[in-house]
């Protein structure tokens, strides 16, 4: 199937092309029709299975036939619940908007930054991408209205829960138009996104993409036991005796990736965090230090981590294990990619061994666990 044959027009074809996207993904294929013909929608699919173009493409369609509104009305609002999420979303309704018939403007909206920007740059915004927080911040400034929106699309409906956004949730609702279309994405679909699905009225047409199951063929799994008190010099030995260019390393709270982080400094290995206690703005600049400029190691939570897309990604490290097995299959997946082989390495110490073991198993497969205790790390 081609993006020609989902009835998209020439202007948004033109910039399907320019993004290189080559055929529609299996969410594009079923969704976007439905969002084009007005339908309420609810996606059930994983992050990285191409939905959020799902979305724009059909949105940017409809607008830019419409009249321009100058005003403070909001024409389509994107709930998300993350920053990250929301800048993301952001930049891909922006290189779909090159081609168009006309000029639509779009904002990211997100607390941990200043509101008075925000504010001010609301005027004459049609497609608003916000989370829920900071959303009920600017309209009890009067920044915006919500009143009048034609399209609702909230995005990973079911970590807005998982967040604790259900209040503020419910507060936006009763701010929306009961006559709109909505469209929502959920990665499952538990109690939580079914109530959602019933406090907006909607019965919509329910489209599921089965999970893709991570290529893990392609990945080298390495499991080390260390001591605790040996934990971060064996990192720092394995980084460099292994001459690990560039590594992803996963740990569990924003404090061991800070302290991580000031450890691998102290040895001259150049690394950044990013996690959700940092400024957007901090986030931004190191995630850019790591893909471009040369920092060695990114050290990041799952929350924030899951957000991000690097590009040929050679090494994964666990420093400290997920709560969930899925969790961990999500964090190797970020390496071995497009055929490439990669390498996921996982640090343990006596009090994880048995969570490993859980993980190994629903993994099926099994990852021979390497002793560490001959390894003279004076120095490291």
Do not use: W
């Not at 920044?143 to 949730?169: N, R, T, Y």
């Not at 199951?213 to 040996?230: C, G, K, R, T, W």
Request: glycine share 6%; proline share 4%; charged share 25%.
């Amino acid at each position: 199937m081609s993006f020609e044959s989902l009835g998209l027009s020439h202007n948004i074809i033109r910039s399907v092309n320019k993004l290189g996207y080559l055929k529609p993904f299996p969410i594009q294929e079923q969704a976007v029709p439905v969002i084009l013909q007005g339908k309420d929608l609810m996606g059930i699919a994983q992050t990285g299975s191409g939905k959020t173009a799902c979305f724009v493409m059909p949105i940017l369609e409809k607008l830019q036939n419409s009249e321009v509104k100058k005003d403070r009305n909001v024409q389509v609002l994107i709930l998300v619940p993350t920053r990250e999420l929301a800048i993301q979303i952001d930049e891909v309704f922006r290189a779909f908007t090159e081609n168009l018939k006309r000029e639509i403007r779009t904002m990211a909206v997100y607390g941990g930054v200043s509101i008075n920007p925000q504010m001010k740059g609301m005027f004459g915004v049609e497609i608003l991408i916000a989370t829920p927080g900071r959303l009920l911040d600017l309209i009890d400034h009067n920044a915006l209205s919500i009143s009048g929106i034609q399209h609702l699309v909230i995005d990973e409906a079911d970590k807005m829960f998982q967040l604790g956004f259900g209040e503020e949730m419910n507060k936006l609702f009763a701010l929306m138009p009961v006559a709109k279309q909505t469209t929502l994405f959920s990665a499952t679909l538990n109690d939580k996104v079914s109530e959602m699905k019933e406090r907006l009225s909607i019965n919509p047409v329910i489209i599921e993409i089965k999970k893709e199951e991570v290529d893990i063929d392609n990945i080298e799994q390495l499991a080390y036991h260390v001591s605790p008190e040996n934990k971060g010099p064996f990192l720092r030995y394995l980084i460099k005796e292994k001459k690990v260019e560039k590594a992803l390393i996963f740990v569990s709270s924003t404090r061991s990736a800070d302290n991580l982080v000031e450890k691998l400094k102290k040895n001259k290995i150049k690394a950044v965090a990013i996690h959700s206690q940092k400024s957007q703005g901090a986030r931004r600049n190191n995630l850019e230090e790591f893909k471009v400029n040369g920092a060695q190691i990114l050290v990041a939570t799952d929350l924030i981590g899951r957000g991000i897309h690097i590009e040929s990604l050679p090494c994964v490290i666990n420093y400290e294990l997920p709560r969930s097995p899925l969790d961990y299959i999500h964090r190797i997946g970020r390496t071995g990619r497009a055929g490439e082989k990669g390498t996921a390495i996982t640090i343990l110490t006596d009090d994880e061994l048995q969570h490993f073991r859980v993980i190994q198993k629903k993994m099926g497969r099994k990852v021979t666990l390497q002793r560490t205790e001959g390894i003279d790390l004076h120095g490291y």
